[in-house]
């Protein structure tokens, strides 16, 4: 098997997890909602995730857990990859960003923490930062 086949395999594992997680945090409540569930479709097709796997992780007696990593470092990794996916169509709806924020609060942040981290985020992501932020942003 060439290692591009394993890069591939494990890139789409990853992309699996996060869709997993994605719907974990969906379902949490006890039900998906219809705005949910069209942003567990938009991820879905953007991880290129297939039928057979979205079927299986969205089965209510599969529970895939929430994964925190340790490090603060590696959760703002998680949480910067997630935004990459999120913002790969160059648009942030409100559903989206609730997801977003629940994903943040299962990485291990606190709600008010979350919220802030993930204003931040979009600001950042989406060029809406001002000056001062933008220069330390630069200058680190």
């Known amino acids: 098997m060439p290692i591009l086949d394993l890069y591939e395999h494990s890139e789409q594992?990853?992309?699996?997890a996060h869709f997993a997680t994605l719907a974990s945090l969906a379902a949490a409540d006890g039900i998906i909602t219809d705005d949910e569930k069209a942003v567990l479709d938009k991820f879905a097709f953007r991880l290129n995730i297939s039928d057979a796997d979205y079927k299986e992780v969205m089965k209510?007696?599969?529970?895939?857990p929430i994964e925190t990593p340790h490090s603060s470092e590696r959760r703002l990794m998680r949480l910067f990859d997630f935004?990459?996916?999120?913002?790969?169509?160059?648009?942030?709806d409100d559903a989206q960003k609730e997801m977003i924020v629940?994903?943040?609060v299962g990485l291990g942040y606190s709600p008010e923490n979350a919220e802030k981290?993930?204003?931040k985020s979009i600001a950042i992501f989406t060029g809406k930062i001002d000056f001062e932020d933008y220069m330390f942003l630069m200058e680190k």
């Open 13 to 16: 594992k990853r992309n699996l």
């Open 102 to 104: 629940k994903y943040a």
């Open 117 to 119: 981290l993930v204003n």
């Open 83 to 92: 935004f990459g996916m999120a913002l790969a169509d160059k648009n942030l």
């Open 60 to 64: 209510k007696e599969n529970k895939y």
